[in-house]
């Protein structure tokens, strides 16, 4: 089945700085989404993005499907934003494949 | 617009207890689903059901039945318990499958001794 590779694992940052967290994927999608899991557990629904690039906020998102990839971007960065992030992917099926997440440490 | 409802949020069991996790939406979503997220492990597909009457199973679904009678609620039942079922449980929901875009409940936290 598809394979789901997110980096970085791990990602500290201090307030106010930017990111990148990318999602790579082994096979043609018609799907994708970025979730948040914060840090009581919930997860949130942060882009449905298959293909294309969208902004909510501080946040944006970019699919290049041709090229099996996504790149969420955070901006300004608050402490609030900390949790896990995760990617998740449709290979023309049913179900969504989740990556194993990136997880981000915001420092005041 | 209340969405995916899970309860109970919390439950502890004994080895060889049985149990159901509920899951309710509100959106007349067709696609529901079972995921169950383990530390170092990532989120798992359980079972999954693309309609009423219809389900089918999906990465690790043994030890879970499921049913789905109605297009608004999709049990998860634990027949008997072991301490490897310890994990949180969310349950999800799509319009359209995998073209549709996923809403998650809160997640069930169960721990069995």
């Known amino acids: 089945g598809i394979q789901v590779e997110q980096s970085p694992p791990d990602l500290i940052l201090q307030e106010g700085a930017n990111s990148t967290l990318r999602c790579n994927f082994s096979d043609s999608v018609n799907n994708l989404q970025w979730f948040h899991q914060n840090p009581w557990g919930q997860l949130i629904n942060l882009f449905y993005i298959p293909s294309g690039t969208k902004q909510n906020g501080r946040l944006s998102a970019t699919t290049v499907a041709t090229e099996r990839y996504s790149l969420l971007y955070i901006s300004s960065s608050q402490t609030t934003d900390s949790g896990v992030y995760f990617c998740?992917?449709?290979?023309?099926?049913?179900?969504?494949?989740f990556g194993p997440g990136t997880r981000l440490s915001v420092l005041p | 617009n209340a969405g995916v409802t899970q309860t109970p949020k919390f439950q502890v069991l004994k080895t060889g207890q049985s149990m159901t996790l509920q899951c309710a939406q509100d959106m007349n979503h067709e696609y529901m689903s079972w995921y169950r997220q383990d530390p170092g492990m990532g989120l798992r597909l359980i079972h999954y059901?693309?309609?009423?009457?219809?389900?089918d199973q999906g990465e690790v679904p043994n030890g879970y039945n499921v049913s789905r009678s109605t297009t608004e609620d999709f049990p998860l039942r634990l027949l008997s318990a072991a301490p490897s079922q310890t994990s949180v449980y969310f349950c999800?929901?799509?319009?359209?499958?995998?073209?549709?875009?996923?809403?998650f409940g809160e997640g069930s936290r169960l721990t069995v001794l």
């Open positions: 998740a992917v449709v290979n023309y099926g049913q179900n969504f494949v």
């Open positions: 999800a929901s799509s319009y359209g499958g995998g073209v549709g875009e996923l809403f």
């Open positions: 059901s693309v309609g009423a009457g219809i389900t």
